[in-house]
Structures are given as C-alpha cells and as structure tokens.
C-alpha cells in the first residue's frame, strides 16, 4: 500500500510543474495577444507610410486576423504530436520572426508577409496553451483557465501601451524590432518552464467525461461564445459614440474604454471563480442577464452615470468568458485539443463579422437599435444555456 502511495504521488504533477506550466502558458498568452492589439497603434503609421486607404488598411489588419483566426484548428491538427514546450516555443519563435519580417526594409510586401507569419504563430498558441493548463490541471482545470484568459487582458494592456510610449521616439521599424526580441526572451525562457513531455493525465480526464454526451453539447456551447464575443464586439462598436454624442470628447472616449476594459479583466479573473460557485448555468444566465440590462441602462443615462456603470458592465461581458473556456475540456468529447481550436475559430470569427452585421443595422435604423441588437444577443443567451443542462457532469456545479 505505501508502494502504491508512493506511485501515485511520484505520477501525479508536483505543485511546482502545476504553478510554472500555468505561468508559462499565461506569459505566452499575454505576449501573443499583446501582439494582436498593438498591431492598431501602428496601423496609422502604416498608412502614412504606405499612403493606405482605409479599406487597404482593412485588409492589411485582417492579413494577421484571418490567418490567426482560420489556422486555429490546422495548426492543432498538425502540432498534436508536439509536446507542450516545443508547440508554446515553437508558436512564439514564428510570431517573433514575422514581427522582424515586418521590421526589415522590405517594403509593403514585407510587411504583409510578416503580418501572415505572426498570424500563423498566433494561431498556434490559443489551443495548445489552453491545453496545457487543461492537461496539468485536469478536473479542476476551471479557474486555472480563467487566469489564463484573464492573461491575455494583462498583455493587451501592457503592450500596446510600451509601444505608444516607443512610438514617438523610435521609428515604427525598430519598434517592432524590440518586440520581436521580447518574443525570443520569452521562448527561450519556456525552455525551463514547460515540462518536456506531454501531459495526458486530463485527456483521459476528458475522453471519460464527455463519453455518451456527444458532440451536441459542445456546438451549444460553441454557439454560446459566439454570441458572447458578438453582444461584446457589437457594443464596443457603439460605445465612443454616444459617449460623443452626450458632450465627452476623445479622453472621454480613452477613459470610457479603460473603464470597461478594467471591468473587463476583472470579470475574466474571477469569472472561473463564478462559474464554481454558481455553476454554468447559474453564472452564465446570471451574467448574460445583467449585461443586457447594463447595456440598455447606458442607453438612457447622462456622461457621468455612463461612466460608473462601465466597469460594472465590464465585468459582466467579459466574464461568461472564461466561464465557457472552463467547460470546453467538459464536452470536448475526448479531444480537448481540436475542440479548444474549434472553440477558438468560433470566437474571432464572431469577433471579426459581428461589428458589420451590427453596423448594418444601425446604418438602416440608428444607433439605438444597434445597440438594443446587441443586448438582445445577450438575452438570447440566456434560454439557449438552458439547453446545454443535460450535457454537463452537473447541471448545478457544471
């Protein structure tokens, strides 16, 4: 009995393994969607340098988004039989050298070609980091997954802001350059933070648990992120005008974005605590629910109102988040990997049409109504959720 004690610990992941894989998987996390988000502060840059118009500058931006987006489950499928290190390495090293690709003197075509090396790195990080920390946490994966998303807010904050600081001082080239730097930092540093070998302890885990549930379950929870991402995008297209639009000026505007982004990252931190103590269904509806409500009450209250109830509302659109990113390994049917992919696919390509079709329709109607659009994607959450219930282990603790 003591040998088998013995075993069972000596198998299982140390504390250690657990705390340095979570960080290693977080750090890329931050830096790859630190990334993403400073690609906006050069975009005028570019388009003085290259006399762009802004449907060219459109089309360079989505060179990086589309290719990180669409790659999400072929690059899974063709790095499974990576270990977590080399896949997390090898998905910073291409980011990297398409930021230097971009920081070479070669030109508009350079630059697009970087653009599609950085999106194929990208898109190769989202499911196999998220599969690092479902592997080494298993069953109690939940929160450990909201941590890792609520990392790529941390990197979406701290990133772009280090580049509008470098931006005045050094040219856009040499910028890129040290970000790129930062990137080869952080792979080599995944060396010693990432065990070797993969990790299968969680996918039995999962095969076990999403045994004779079907893959039903996971396309409602798919579906769910979707509209999650779309109500979220929807209302960020709307927000600094009506912030115009009730007298605040471009800081108004910054202030209002900080503020519902620090919400934001608020909610993606302790959603994974939510989803615990409330369960799946609890948090979402309750979440869901609130945002909607949030929503529709800017709609009808002066500036300073607005701006108290941003970080509320922050916090409920951010935080069903990582609530669904938690229940993925649940019903990914065994393969935790393509489904965090596919889950991924889902979530920017709402990110990327959502903004249009509610644009549309406020260019048919108004503003209001493009807004009301978005709070009702919410609500519509709320009964959809209903219908993943026989799909969890416990429709109560999910």
Not at 133 to 149: C, E, F, H, Q
Request: aromatic letters at 8%; glycine letters at 14%.
């Amino acid at each position: 009995m003591a040998l088998f004690s013995a075993t069972v610990r000596t198998s299982s992941p140390s504390e250690t393994t657990e705390s340095r894989s979570l960080l290693a998987a977080c750090l890329t996390h931050a830096l790859h969607d630190g990334y993403t988000d400073s690609l906006y502060a050069f975009l005028p840059v570019w388009q003085a340098q290259f006399g762009l118009s802004y449907a060219a500058l459109a089309v360079v931006r989505a060179l990086y988004f589309a290719t990180m987006g669409g790659l999400q489950i072929p690059a899974d499928r063709a790095l499974r039989g990576l270990s977590p290190r080399a896949a997390l390495i090898l998905s910073t090293v291409i980011a990297a050298t398409g930021l230097l690709i971009m920081a070479l003197p070669c030109g508009f075509v350079g630059l697009c070609a970087g653009l599609v090396v950085a999106g194929i790195g990208s898109s190769i990080q989202h499911p196999r980091g998220s599969m690092l920390v479902t592997d080494i946490y298993g069953k109690a994966s939940r929160r450990p997954l909201g941590i890792y998303n609520f990392s790529g807010d941390l990197g979406k904050a701290v990133l772009p802001a280090l580049v509008a600081v470098l931006l005045p001082v050094l040219a856009w080239r040499p910028v890129l350059g040290l970000m790129a730097v930062l990137g080869i930092a952080l792979g080599l540093a995944l060396v010693s933070l990432v065990p070797t070998a993969p990790i299968t302890r969680s996918g039995k885990e999962a095969a076990a648990v999403g045994r004779g549930r079907g893959r039903g379950g996971f396309g409602i929870l798919t579906t769910i992120g979707a509209l999650d991402t779309a109500t979220r995008m929807g209302y960020l297209l709307f927000l600094p005008f009506f912030i115009h639009g009730r007298g605040g000026g471009s800081p108004t505007v910054g202030l209002a974005l900080a503020l519902l982004f620090i919400g934001g990252a608020f909610g993606k931190a302790t959603g994974g605590w939510l989803g615990e103590r409330l369960g799946v269904i609890g948090s979402v509806m309750v979440t869901e629910a609130a945002t909607a409500l949030l929503i529709v009450a800017t709609l009808f209250t002066s500036l300073t109102p607005t701006l108290v109830l941003l970080p509320l509302l922050g916090i409920v659109l951010n935080g069903t988040s990582s609530v669904l990113y938690g229940t993925v390994p649940e019903l990914s049917d065994g393969d935790t990997g393509r489904a965090f992919a596919i889950f991924y696919t889902s979530v920017i390509g709402s990110g990327g049409i959502a903004p249009i079709l509610y644009g549309v329709v406020a260019d048919h109607s108004n503003q209001t109504i493009g807004v009301l659009a978005s709070a009702a994607t919410a609500v519509l959450i709320v009964p959809l959720v209903l219908a993943l219930k026989p799909h969890l282990r416990s429709p109560t603790l999910g």
